[in-house]
């Protein structure tokens, strides 16, 4: 599995903008598809954004047009670049691979995006 460790969150008003940053372990970093995903209180856990080796982008409906995922290879580096926010992006963000590799996978301490005016 992949270790994580994620950055960048933090409080925002309403239609403001924000830039993740989740810098993984390991060689094969560059071979995997990686992706974002999201997190609230009493809700499951949801993909957001997830990129493949090739650099192939897919988004859940709710944050096309606004957020883009990014990778830099070179430093085992993904990035989430969050624009236009809403209050319902209000999330704790973590990143991992695209698809998970475990029942159990293992989990960064995630990044808290709070949007609120």
């Known amino acids: 599995q992949v270790q994580t460790v994620e950055s960048g969150g933090g409080l925002v008003q309403p239609g403001g903008s924000l830039r993740l940053s989740c810098a993984a372990s390991?060689?094969?970093?560059?071979?995997?598809?990686m992706g974002w995903y999201r997190q609230t209180p009493g809700k499951q856990r949801e993909m957001v954004a997830y990129i493949t080796s090739e650099g192939y982008r897919n988004y859940a409906d709710s944050v096309k047009g606004r957020f883009t995922i990014s990778r830099d290879n070179a430093k085992n580096t993904l990035y989430l670049q969050m624009m236009s926010l809403k209050p319902e992006d209000t999330a704790v963000y973590y990143c991992n691979t695209y698809p998970l590799l475990a029942a159990d996978p293992l989990w960064g301490q995630g990044t808290q995006v709070t949007v609120s005016s």
């Open positions: 390991g060689s094969i970093f560059a071979i995997l598809a």
